[in-house]
């Protein structure tokens, strides 16, 4: 006789054994007493499609997508979120009882929800925002922006025809700097937020002036390693509120989790200690 099937979810990816996910949705499985896991699932290219289509014959109700996956899985669902479509990758899938498969992004909503709870006097409507990068985690951030009505985001990052490709597709409150003078550019900004690598444990540094940056200004760095940048030491030191990149992270899986299991998690300070491993 067989009983109900125990819902599963994990994270594919390749590499995917350093994801952070399994422990922060396996901590919100225990907390609400859920039966279900959450495993890491490294995944090649070539095997995605095979792997997706087998996945909920096993029990698998959804999936995170991380690197190389986030746009190659758009082709292979059945339905793209529009806010996946317009970031142009999905990093959750929802695997329907119809059999259906479920692209979703919810980059943009981690990114807004972490400004919102650690920057809760954040008013990005009020003035211009400065965006650092071009890449995948830039197009979730200049939704999340947009969205949230900043009337203009003014955006550098080291190959210019990345950023003008942004503008293109994102439209006309867009306005492209050159990479020179990304210090210049955030002169009255609201809004500052790294999107690129740059800071990165590994990386090369981030070398920006923030001479022309108001003190009133709320600066994001989405990198996490380190949780305290040198952008974000820099721009406490000057007054501005700092933003780390850690809470992006946990926020865009509460969305993720609530599809999968039916309950919206919360996102606190136990969460933070236990990712953080403190």
Not at 108 to 123: I, L, T, V
Not at 124 to 149: F, K, N, S, Y
Request: charged residues 20%.
């Amino acid at each position: 006789m067989s009983g109900a099937r125990i819902p599963l979810a994990g994270v594919i990816g390749a590499p995917v054994a350093h994801s952070r996910s399994p422990l922060l949705h396996g901590h919100w499985l225990a907390r609400h007493g859920l039966p279900g896991h959450y495993v890491p699932l490294h995944v090649e290219a070539a095997d995605l499609p095979a792997v997706l289509a087998a996945l909920p014959r096993a029990g698998f109700v959804g999936a995170n997508v991380t690197i190389p996956h986030k746009e190659a899985v758009l082709s292979l669902a059945d339905e793209v979120t529009a806010t996946a479509r317009r970031i142009g990758a999905a990093n959750t899938l929802v695997f329907r009882s119809d059999g259906s498969l479920l692209a979703d992004n919810t980059d943009a909503h981690g990114f807004a929800a972490n400004m919102r709870q650690s920057a809760p006097d954040w008013r990005p409507e009020t003035g211009p925002a400065a965006v650092i990068g071009a890449g995948g985690a830039a197009r979730a951030i200049l939704a999340a922006l947009l969205d949230l009505d900043v009337p203009r985001i003014r955006i550098a990052n080291r190959t210019l025809d990345r950023a003008q490709a942004l503008r293109a597709e994102f439209g006309s409150r867009i306005d492209v700097c050159d990479w020179d003078e990304r210090s210049d550019m955030l002169d009255g900004a609201v809004t500052l937020v790294n999107c690129s690598s740059l800071g990165m444990v590994g990386k090369a540094p981030l070398e920006i002036a923030l001479d022309a940056l108001p003190a009133s200004a709320t600066v994001c760095d989405i990198v996490y390693t380190p949780l305290e940048t040198p952008l974000l030491r820099a721009a406490r030191a000057k007054g501005c509120v700092g933003v780390d990149g850690l809470g992006m992270l946990l926020h865009q899986a509460a969305p993720a989790f609530e599809h999968w299991f039916g309950i919206r998690p919360e996102v606190d300070q136990t969460l933070r200690d236990l990712v953080l491993g403190t």
